[in-house]
């Protein structure tokens, strides 16, 4: 399932299996002058041969960059190097950010912020770069620098989003067809079942989206973790409580502290409550969300109700008709619409009545003008266009005008 490891970092002694007996080794880090020029020099060695051996797969090399000191860290670590091991690693490279590390008061540990820059083969387009802060601890000889912390509690509370789902605890990674599967002990036993409603759910939505979105890369991962943290930490990065949906889609920043290089991928997640349903709903979720991801940055700034309606659409058109249900409050919620929903009415309590209002909406536009109009909808309105004129040049009709055709043709669908 690894694919090639394309990007390797080397020690600066190559080839060797500690970070001891070389003859180019670093001196001891001086505490005069300017005393962290050699202790980041000492601690990018070490974080080197903490890629090296993750790459490699070398536990050895791996444990031998970690103070031993604490068993607890040496069993997190051991997690860690675990669930890498599984994942299709293309890029890993640590960079240590100098300008970060401070002295802890009274000892001889720093902290520093890295740097991780890690690209998984066939589902990443550019390496995703995060950051983490660890604590460093010379060794006894005072000729290297060893990890004796990753874990850094009040800086993380300042960093939300900043981790990936093994980054927290233990995973199993399964991998089909271009899709990978992260998993924890809860959600194992569903993991054939995702893979399967996503290998298939690609071929349904490319038929009505088509295959050429802008994406480079064609993989698409799906996270389903029963353990909160992960999608705790996605708080205020999506609309509405994350915790309540059912699926979401991630965009993966190629560097969250800057937005403008874009998304290095799109990612999902699936709730862990959803997986025990019938195979004909969670086919439907699976491809509502594959909309999103297979589409990526396509659209990026179009209305909500466009996006949303769009992937609802997608996602019932292998269901026969008599098979694709509406929410109960659909009908309720359409007899009050007298335009078309924004972020409010998604983030409010009716938001499933909306997505319902949005996906018929988007029914309409499909059968009064071609299917071809959703995506060329879609283009035209990117980035935050107009949508009035918008709607007048594609379509000809206003906003509210839409809104009501989309409801009238749902209200004669369902109201029988």
């Given at each position: ?63 031998l ?16 190097y ?31 912020e ?22 460093f ?14 874990t ?29 599967g ?13 893979l ?13 989206i088509?295959?050429?979105?802008g ?23 999506t ?19 800057t ?5 290095a ?31 990526g940055?396509?659209g ?17 058109r ?11 409050s ?50 035209r ?13 594609v ?9 009501q055709r ?11």
């Amino acid at each position: 399932m690894r694919g090639a490891l394309r990007s390797v970092l080397f020690l600066t002694c190559g080839g060797l299996l500690s970070l001891t007996a070389c003859s180019e080794d670093l001196p001891p880090p001086t505490y005069s002058g300017d005393p962290f020029i050699n202790v980041g020099e000492l601690m990018q060695t070490t974080v080197n041969a903490r890629a090296v051996a993750l790459q490699k797969h070398d536990i050895t090399r791996f444990r031998l960059t970690l103070d031993h000191a604490d068993t607890g860290l040496i069993g997190d670590q051991q997690v860690y190097y675990d669930n890498l091991a599984q994942l299709p690693i293309e890029v890993l490279r640590y960079r240590v950010l100098t300008d970060t590390i401070t002295l802890v008061e009274g000892s001889d540990d720093y902290w520093a912020e890295v740097v991780l820059a890690l690209k998984l083969n066939g589902y990443d387009a550019a390496p995703v770069r995060s950051r983490d802060r660890f604590l460093f601890t010379p060794s006894e000889d005072g000729r290297h620098m060893l990890i004796s912390s990753t874990t850094d509690y009040e800086w993380e509370a300042d960093h939300p989003g900043n981790v990936q789902p093994w980054d927290l605890g233990e995973v199993q990674v399964e991998e089909r067809s271009g899709v990978l599967g992260v998993f924890d002990d809860y959600t194992e036993d569903s993991a054939d079942d995702v893979l399967d409603a996503m290998s298939g759910g690609r071929d349904d939505v490319r038929a009505v989206i088509g295959d050429d979105n802008g994406k480079p890369v064609d993989g698409v991962v799906v996270y389903s973790l029963q353990d909160p943290t992960f999608l705790r930490g996605l708080a205020n990065q999506t609309v509405g409580d994350p915790d309540r949906a059912d699926g979401l889609t991630i965009a993966v920043p190629v560097d969250a502290g800057t937005p403008s290089k874009g998304a290095a991928s799109f990612r999902m997640f699936l709730n862990p409550r959803v997986l025990d349903q019938a195979p004909v709903v969670l086919g439907r979720l699976v491809r509502h969300e594959l909309t999103h991801a297979l589409l990526g940055a396509r659209g990026r700034g179009a209305p909500l109700w466009l996006n949303e309606g769009l992937a609802e659409y997608v996602s019932v058109r292998p269901m026969p008709p008599a098979k694709r249900r509406l929410p109960a409050s659909a009908l309720s919620v359409g007899a009050t619409a007298l335009d078309l929903p924004g972020e409010a009415e998604f983030a409010g309590p009716d938001a499933e009545g909306w997505y319902a209002v949005s996906w018929w909406v988007c029914e309409y536009i499909a059968s009064a003008y071609g299917e071809d109009l959703l995506l060329l909808l879609l283009d035209r309105l990117e980035g935050g266009a107009d949508q009035a004129e918008a709607l007048q040049a594609v379509l000809g009709i206003t906003s509210s005008q839409l809104a009501q055709r989309g409801v009238a043709l749902m209200t004669t669908t369902y109201d029988r």
